[in-house]
């Protein structure tokens, strides 16, 4: 499973620990994942997903997962929540 949020697209970074004498080692920083469950207000369907809480936190800002998912770009987004979006914007046309 791979380390990265399924809204904003973040994922693991790189860069070193740095000792007090300035020794250098690589070491990895990793986003804080939770598993969470996003209702969708248009569907009124939950559906499970892999999140990092700074995107928990913009989802709430503006007004929910249908908000969210409109205002976002297709490149950031997973195939899975791709598929939400779509679904979510022929429902909401129709």
Not at 16 to 43: E, G, I, W, Y
Request: aromatic share 4%; hydrophobic share 40%; proline share 1%.
């Amino acid at each position: 499973m791979a380390r990265r949020c399924e809204l904003t697209g973040k994922g693991v970074q790189a860069g070193n620990n740095v000792s007090h004498a300035k020794n250098r080692s690589r070491r990895r920083f990793l986003p804080n994942l939770c598993n969470v469950h996003l209702m969708s207000d248009t569907l009124g369907q939950s559906f499970a997903m892999r999140v990092c809480t700074r995107a928990l936190k913009s989802v709430e800002h503006r007004g929910g997962l249908d908000a969210f998912l409109a205002k976002s770009k297709d490149i950031e987004l997973s195939q899975k929540v791709l598929k939400i979006k779509k679904l979510i914007a022929r429902k909401s046309a129709a």
